[in-house]
DNA sequence: ATCCGGATGAAACAAACTTGCAATCAGCTG
DNA sequence: CAGCTGATTGCAAGTTTGTTTCATCCGGAT
């Protein structure tokens, strides 16, 4: 996590198979990229010090182990005092539930993202997180009904 | 992706520390677990071809490629036909900018993850996707101030 | 022209994955 | 209750992949 990234076009080539398949043998990067095994590791090897490369994971469908629901949350805060801010969203972030959480501008202060195996799962959550909160102001809820497009993949052209 | 997945503790297990990190070796994993490491290959193999795991995939971070814009859009169609929403859904499917895309209920019809490099950019990009669009008739934009927490975790407990 | 830092590829080495096989166990069936 | 069947396991051998070493090369600065 030092300093400079400076990525170049080996670089990002490489970053483009890992994020689709980070099982992708060194030497059959390398061979795409033009590159041999050695090289393409150790690029690898810096970009995960430097936090290019956040993490290496598996994705797992959460319909297929229970979790068959996505939601979405708006949530609006009373007051935007720093610290009662900084307390929601390591209150939000250490849920499990709680894929995501993002502090936003605009109409909504923080969205998450959420996966439960029932409704009632999530009623519990809400009354956990938001009603038993004494800064949550109001929070809209959106079901999704089709997960067209999953991912974290960032573009590297 | 045949049929029955039936996971049980072994697999939680196995799976939970693939969500962090799938770069674990499996003898590593195997130890945590009680299980030897052709064992665990196994069950990993299954999980794959039963689809319980999408893929194996590198996190990368935004900010560092190049990407240091997070934007969340809420979408309202004019129709809900269906398939003037099946080509809505094809349409942001293929645009890289998009990483995620949901289909929801609620106030909003689509729900939409992109990153950016500037707002330049966003803005060219609402061009494309929402004013060249008949079908859709307003949408609302929300800037990501900090991205608390980012993932696609799913609880395993 | 020389030096120096950084990156590379080939080869040797180490570690991880994968397969074959015999043993074990649970649930049936006769 | 004995015996069969199918599924899962661990061990050990074999194979692939990841890692390190080292000599070389390239570009910029002295």
């Not at 483009?16 to 795409?32: F, H, M, V, Y």
């Not at 041999?36 to 994705?59: C, D, F, K, T, Y």
């Not at 009603?131 to 809820?141: G, L, P």
Request: proline share 5%; glycine share 4%; with cysteine.
């Amino acid at each position: 996590m030092t300093a400079p990234p400076n990525l170049d076009a080996f670089d990002r080539a490489i970053l483009s198979i890992l994020q689709k398949d980070n099982t992708t043998p060194q030497r059959a990067i390398g061979e795409r990229v033009n590159l041999s095994a050695p090289a393409v590791q150790r690029r690898i090897r810096r970009m995960e010090e430097h936090g290019v490369i956040r993490a290496n994971v598996a994705l797992v469908d959460p319909a297929k182990i229970g979790h068959p629901i996505t939601i979405f949350v708006e949530v609006e805060v009373e007051s935007e005092r720093a610290e009662l801010i900084d307390a929601a969203k390591r209150g939000f972030a250490e849920v499990p539930e709680v894929q995501q959480c993002y502090y936003v501008t605009g109409e909504a202060d923080f969205i998450l993202f959420v996966t439960v195996a029932t409704m009632a799962d999530y009623e519990a959550l809400t009354r956990r997180l938001f009603f038993a909160n004494n800064n949550v102001k109001r929070f809209r809820t959106f079901v999704a009904m089709d997960r067209v497009k999953v991912g974290l993949e960032v573009p590297v052209g």
